[in-house]
């Protein structure tokens, strides 16, 4: 039944870029955009995978818009998200089935990206979020796999317990190296709260047409408070980022970092995992496209295999 999941969402992004199309067409590329809207669904579903297991659905809704300070351009981004993460044996018997724990995790997260010279960026973000049934993860998973006629998943009473977390991170990147079709960004991130405690450390490898970072799709850059600042009609480019991480705390394995309760399975944290996405992203006029492969190793030691999952975002720009 993986395929519906695929259909209706397709149909979906379909039926949105449809709808701006001829609005698309009949701007000039240089105008300016200073809002964004962006919807960005992932599954493992879309990887035509038998299983459905670990980040098993994610939802993020996002809005967008830009500042100019003193030549400064600043990207201010809100995202709405919810994250689904369940074990990779559904029938769920006993907690020794259990191999990654049952987790609802939605969030409201606020990030500012700071355009710097010599094509470099920083950026910062805060979160409030709710772990646990209050997240409301175990009803829209129910939900869908109702409407689709899916089987459930059965052990939803060992989920990770309600908590209220709240989350700060940081990052930076800058073009190291560049060509007129390829170009290397380093990646550094921390992240410190009650639901990630890590750090990130990868490259951005793009090919391709592509825009600096202060005007790029890859960013999310692609808004200005003034016309004709791009150099290209549109960007159309592969990504490969592949990422080292170190956890130090991951709430949806372990639960609330103060409050853990009594009946939720939890599970301890690999120290190191190895995640790389693969993707590929098309921007012209008010619109931009996304399609993403990721692969994550064990999250846990406990997790019985790696991880691959699909992620298809869709953008739209206003003035």
């Known amino acids: 039944m993986h395929y519906k999941i695929i259909l209706i969402r397709c149909a979906l992004m379909?039926?949105?870029?449809?709808?701006?199309?001829?609005?698309?067409?009949?701007?000039?590329?240089?105008?300016?955009?200073?809002?964004?809207?962006?919807?960005?669904?992932?599954?493992?579903?879309?990887?035509?995978?038998?299983?459905?297991?670990?980040?098993?659905?994610?939802?993020?809704?996002?809005?967008?818009?830009?500042?100019?300070?003193?030549?400064?351009?600043?990207?201010?981004?809100?995202?709405?998200?919810?994250?689904?993460?369940?074990?990779?044996?559904?029938?769920?018997?006993?907690?020794?089935?259990?191999?990654?724990?049952?987790?609802?995790?939605?969030?409201?997260?606020?990030?500012?990206?700071?355009?710097?010279?010599?094509d470099a960026l920083f950026q910062w973000n805060g979160s409030l979020g709710l772990l646990g049934p209050a997240s409301g993860g175990e009803a829209m998973q129910n939900t869908y796999h109702r409407w689709l006629n899916y089987a459930r998943f059965t052990g939803w009473q060992y989920q990770i317990e309600n908590a209220l977390s709240v989350d700060l991170g940081a990052g930076f990147a800058k073009t190291i190296l560049r060509s007129d079709l390829f170009k290397m960004v380093p990646v550094v991130q921390a992240n410190l709260g009650a639901t990630y405690t890590q750090a990130r450390l990868g490259a951005l490898l793009v090919l391709g047409a592509f825009e600096q970072n202060n005007e790029s799709a890859l960013w999310n850059a692609r808004l200005s408070e003034k016309a004709g600042t791009k150099k290209r009609n549109h960007e159309f480019f592969l990504y490969w980022y592949p990422q080292g991480v170190l956890q130090g705390y991951n709430?949806?394995?372990?639960?609330?970092?103060?409050s853990k309760g009594t009946t939720a399975v939890t599970r301890e944290p690999a120290t190191f995992v190895f995640q790389q996405t693969i993707g590929a992203c098309y921007a012209e006029g008010r619109w931009t496209g996304k399609l993403e492969w990721v692969y994550q190793s064990k999250e846990t030691p406990a997790q019985t295999r790696a991880h691959r999952y699909g992620g298809i975002q869709l953008a739209y720009r206003i003035h």
């Not at 919807?39 to 967008?64: H, P, R, V, W």
């Not at 709430?251 to 103060?258: R, Y």
């Open 14 to 118: 379909a039926f949105l870029w449809g709808l701006g199309f001829d609005a698309s067409s009949q701007i000039q590329s240089g105008d300016a955009f200073t809002r964004e809207f962006s919807f960005k669904t992932e599954n493992d579903a879309y990887l035509f995978k038998l299983d459905d297991a670990y980040y098993t659905n994610g939802i993020l809704l996002n809005y967008g818009f830009v500042t100019t300070r003193k030549g400064r351009k600043k990207i201010h981004s809100l995202e709405l998200g919810q994250k689904i993460f369940t074990p990779l044996i559904r029938r769920t018997v006993t907690p020794a089935d259990i191999d990654r724990p049952y987790c609802g995790y939605t969030y409201l997260n606020y990030t500012q990206t700071v355009f710097l010279k010599h």
């Open 251 to 258: 709430g949806t394995l372990q639960g609330g970092l103060f």
